[in-house]
């Protein structure tokens, strides 16, 4: 498997939506190498016929009935909201056109 | 050490009673809930706060806390059905990790992006604390969104460990371990991910359960991990802990991985007494080599004392367990970030604008979450992103699920030989302050006894085994069954304890320094 490099933590970050800065990027591409490194057996520990276990304890069509139950007001649901408007989320331009 | 004599009813012997002996003096009528809880109060303003502070809290909630004391005062004193009905440990003070919402208190998650933040709703194990009348002391300190095994993670500043003020409590529920262990309050809830829960138990002298994965709702816990994170108990004692459990775990239907069926009697189980018969099987991979001299010496002592009390012995082997780490460290920041995702800056928390144009979504998002994380949270996030991203998914986060599997099978096996699993709690006692805060990776090795739970969903208790010959500070011994039999650890652990105990004379805890010495500054009034 390839080492992880500087321009692979800046092509993630902007994945992740998190903004570094130049200093940030060499640092942490550094970290995550070692990192990186050290769960590299993980790889080779398990054969191919061996299963993926996504969950410890698998639970099976997990349903409720179909009744309405509680549900939080329009006041509640943007109480922590950093910024609304008319009863909704008032969000950045999605497009830099504005 | 500190002298404790049961009968007495003044505030130095109130707070170091345990859960029990205080649930049996409200019954009794010795003592009020408004006695307690202020005494807690008290303690944590004399404690908690300051330049030395142990700093456990990250806000106090003092006057609904009181209210609850006094309402529970009222219903008893009236008597009645009323007070019949309340529950055993109604009027016992509680403290709640921060990663835990609360109506009426700020959640931070120990992270700058929730500062100020207030949940619309309680988590599950929130509204049955309150259903029990148990007053919430307050919400306790850890690291940021419980990423780290130190508490120095935490964007509100350390907590410091009671047995020595330059050392960590353990993380990422450093703040409700130290809690435990100052004397500021009786119980607290914790959330346990990859040890998060017993390794701070560990190096605070203190007990700590991460219960079977579904056994108590993660309804209102902050995920990190949801297939590995698991709410449970902070205490004193193991019997308080089962207490505790029974209070907040059984079927939740707000949360879909919750178990359907019924707990068993925990609280039984800890007054069981006896280990006879019972096989305790020595997990090979998790003890001598890595693991400090005095850690190996309070375990091999443990082992010793259940002999002498009539389980057998027996080793088992894992021998995939030496993946696990590697696993966790996929899996882990793989589901954190895409459960961190929903720090975005528009539903709730901060938001940071660019300074320059233009000011779209995406770069305010990215500028939010910039500002409003932490470090070990951005790496974890990054390294998330990696293992998740195309071409790299199969050989790391498809590869560390197989990896699961293995666990799982070793833990099958090893429960074939033994009905209940023992290790150290965690390789080495308490570090100090900063030692490890530049090294992730050696920061990441103090999991690796308590992770292959988590992976494989058993439960997990972490109780005191000791002090450590060369350093004076407390070990943890973690005992591990098969999942749904949580049951078994607090018998098993309830007998260990009242073994040790009878060696030291006491809960090792009355061998810790002596806080009240320290300087009681008024920042509490700031908290």
Same mark, same amino acid.
């Given at each position: 498997? @390839?080492?992880?490099?500087?321009?692979?933590?800046?092509?993630?970050?902007?994945?992740?939506?998190?903004?570094?800065?130049?200093?940030?990027?060499?640092?942490?591409?550094?970290?995550?190498?070692?990192?990186?490194?050290?769960? %590299?057996?993980?790889?080779?520990?398990?054969?191919?016929?061996?299963?993926?276990?996504?969950?410890?304890?698998?639970?099976?069509?997990?349903?409720?009935?179909?009744?309405?139950?509680?549900?939080?007001?329009?006041?509640?649901?943007?109480?922590?909201?950093?910024? *609304?408007?008319?009863? /909704?989320?008032?969000?950045?331009?999605?497009?830099?056109?504005? | 050490?500190?002298?404790?004599?049961?009968?007495?009813?003044?505030?130095?012997?109130?707070? /170091?009673? +345990?859960?029990?002996?205080?649930?049996? %003096?409200?019954?009794?009528?010795?003592?009020?809930?408004?006695?307690?809880?202020?005494?807690?109060?008290? /303690?944590?303003?004399?404690?908690?706060?300051?330049?030395?502070?142990?700093?456990?809290?990250?806000?106090?909630?003092?006057?609904?806390?009181?209210?609850?004391?006094?309402?529970?005062?009222?219903?008893?004193?009236?008597?009645?059905?009323?007070?019949?009905?309340?529950?055993?440990?109604?009027?016992?003070?509680?403290?709640?990790?921060?990663?835990?919402?609360?109506?009426?208190?700020?959640?931070?998650?120990?992270?700058?992006?929730?500062?100020?933040?207030?949940?619309?709703?309680?988590?599950?194990?929130?509204? /049955?604390?309150?259903?029990?009348?148990?007053?919430?002391?307050?919400?306790?300190?850890?690291?940021?969104?419980?990423?780290? +095994?130190?508490?120095?993670? *935490?964007?509100?500043?350390? #907590?410091?460990?009671?047995?020595?003020?330059?050392?960590?409590?353990?993380?990422?529920?450093?703040?409700?371990?130290?809690?435990?262990?100052?004397?500021?309050?009786?119980?607290?809830? !914790?959330?346990?991910?990859? !040890?998060?829960?017993?390794?701070?138990?560990?190096?605070? !002298?203190?007990?700590?359960?991460?219960?079977?994965?579904? *056994?108590?709702?993660?309804?209102?816990?902050?995920?990190?991990?949801?297939?590995?994170?698991?709410?449970?108990?902070?205490?004193?004692?193991?019997?308080?802990?089962?207490?505790?459990?029974?209070?907040?775990?059984?079927?939740?239907? %707000?949360?879909?991985?919750?178990?359907?069926?019924?707990?068993?009697?925990?609280?039984?189980?800890?007054?069981?007494?006896?280990?006879?018969? &019972?096989?305790?099987?020595?997990?090979?991979?998790?003890?001598?080599?890595? =693991?400090?001299?005095?850690?190996?010496?309070?375990?091999?002592?443990?082992?010793?004392?259940?002999?002498?009390?009539?389980? #057998?012995?027996?080793?088992?082997?894992?021998?995939?367990?030496?993946?696990?780490?590697?696993?966790?460290?996929?899996?882990?920041? +793989?589901?954190?970030?895409?459960?961190?995702?929903?720090?975005?800056?528009?539903?709730?928390?901060?938001?940071?604008?660019?300074?320059?144009?233009?000011?779209?979504?995406?770069?305010?998002? $990215?500028?939010?979450?910039?500002?409003?994380?932490?470090?070990?949270?951005?790496?974890?996030?990054?390294?998330?992103?990696? $293992?998740?991203?195309?071409?790299?998914?199969?050989? =790391?986060?498809?590869?560390?699920?197989?990896?699961?599997?293995?666990?799982?099978?070793?833990?099958?096996?090893?429960?074939?030989?033994?009905?209940?699993?023992?290790?150290?709690?965690?390789?080495?006692?308490?570090? %100090?302050?900063?030692?490890?805060?530049?090294?992730?990776?050696?920061?990441?090795?103090?999991?690796?006894?308590?992770?292959?739970?988590? &992976?494989?969903?058993?439960?997990?208790?972490?109780?005191?085994?000791?002090?450590?010959?060369?350093?004076?500070?407390?070990?943890?011994?973690?005992?591990?069954?098969?999942?749904?039999?949580?049951?078994?650890? =607090?018998?098993? !652990? @309830?007998?260990?304890? +009242?073994?040790?105990? @009878?060696?030291?004379?006491?809960?090792?805890?009355?061998?810790?320094?002596?806080?009240?010495?320290?300087?009681?500054?008024?920042?509490?009034?700031?908290?």
């Amino acid at each position: 498997m @390839a080492a992880i490099n500087r321009d692979d933590v800046a092509h993630l970050a902007r994945l992740a939506h998190i903004e570094m800065s130049a200093e940030e990027l060499d640092r942490m591409a550094g970290e995550l190498a070692v990192i990186v490194d050290s769960v %590299k057996s993980v790889s080779e520990a398990a054969g191919a016929d061996v299963p993926a276990t996504s969950h410890p304890i698998p639970l099976t069509n997990v349903f409720r009935d179909d009744v309405v139950g509680h549900t939080f007001t329009a006041e509640q649901s943007l109480s922590g909201a950093p910024d *609304s408007l008319d009863n /909704r989320f008032k969000v950045p331009a999605i497009l830099d056109e504005a | 050490m500190t002298e404790l004599n049961p009968a007495g009813t003044d505030a130095g012997t109130l707070i /170091r009673l +345990s859960a029990a002996q205080l649930a049996a %003096k409200l019954a009794a009528g010795e003592v009020t809930s408004v006695e307690i809880t202020r005494a807690c109060l008290d /303690r944590i303003a004399q404690v908690d706060g300051g330049e030395r502070g142990i700093n456990a809290f990250l806000h106090v909630n003092a006057e609904e806390a009181l209210a609850v004391a006094a309402e529970v005062d009222a219903i008893r004193a009236a008597g009645g059905p009323e007070a019949d009905a309340l529950h055993e440990l109604a009027g016992v003070p509680i403290a709640v990790k921060d990663l835990i919402v609360t109506v009426g208190q700020p959640t931070t998650a120990g992270s700058k992006i929730l500062e100020g933040w207030h949940s619309p709703y309680d988590a599950t194990v929130v509204a /049955r604390l309150r259903a029990a009348k148990m007053p919430i002391l307050g919400k306790t300190n850890l690291d940021e969104f419980a990423m780290g +095994s130190s508490t120095e993670h *935490s964007a509100y500043g350390p #907590t410091r460990n009671p047995w020595d003020l330059d050392r960590i409590p353990g993380g990422s529920g450093g703040g409700s371990a130290a809690a435990v262990a100052a004397f500021e309050a009786p119980l607290a809830l !914790g959330t346990d991910t990859g !040890g998060s829960i017993r390794q701070p138990g560990a190096v605070t !002298g203190t007990v700590g359960v991460k219960p079977t994965y579904g *056994s108590v709702s993660r309804y209102g816990a902050i995920a990190m991990a949801s297939s590995l994170d698991q709410i449970g108990p902070v205490t004193r004692t193991v019997l308080d802990s089962a207490l505790l459990h029974q209070v907040i775990g059984g079927h939740d239907p %707000k949360d879909s991985t919750s178990l359907p069926e019924p707990l068993a009697d925990l609280v039984a189980a800890a007054r069981t007494g006896n280990v006879e018969g &019972l096989r305790i099987g020595i997990i090979k991979e998790l003890h001598g080599e890595g =693991y400090q001299a005095g850690v190996e010496n309070r375990f091999n002592e443990a082992l010793e004392l259940l002999k002498d009390a009539g389980a #057998t012995i027996v080793e088992v082997s894992c021998p995939n367990f030496q993946y696990a780490l590697g696993a966790y460290y996929l899996i882990m920041p +793989s589901e954190a970030s895409s459960n961190l995702a929903k720090f975005d800056g528009v539903r709730f928390g901060l938001r940071v604008l660019p300074t320059d144009p233009p000011l779209t979504i995406e770069r305010v998002m $990215a500028a939010t979450r910039a500002a409003g994380f932490g470090d070990e949270v951005k790496r974890r996030i990054i390294l998330g992103t990696y $293992a998740l991203s195309a071409g790299y998914y199969d050989a =790391y986060y498809g590869s560390a699920q197989k990896v699961r599997t293995l666990v799982q099978r070793d833990f099958n096996a090893a429960f074939e030989q033994a009905d209940v699993l023992i290790s150290p709690t965690a390789p080495t006692t308490a570090f %100090k302050l900063g030692e490890k805060l530049d090294d992730p990776l050696a920061m990441y090795l103090n999991d690796v006894a308590t992770i292959p739970a988590n &992976l494989a969903g058993v439960p997990g208790l972490s109780l005191p085994g000791g002090l450590a010959d060369e350093d004076g500070l407390p070990v943890g011994i973690q005992l591990l069954a098969p999942a749904r039999e949580d049951a078994r650890l =607090y018998r098993v !652990g @309830a007998v260990l304890e +009242s073994l040790l105990e @009878a060696k030291w004379g006491g809960p090792l805890l009355a061998q810790a320094p002596d806080l009240a010495g320290a300087p009681a500054l008024e920042a509490q009034e700031a908290k």
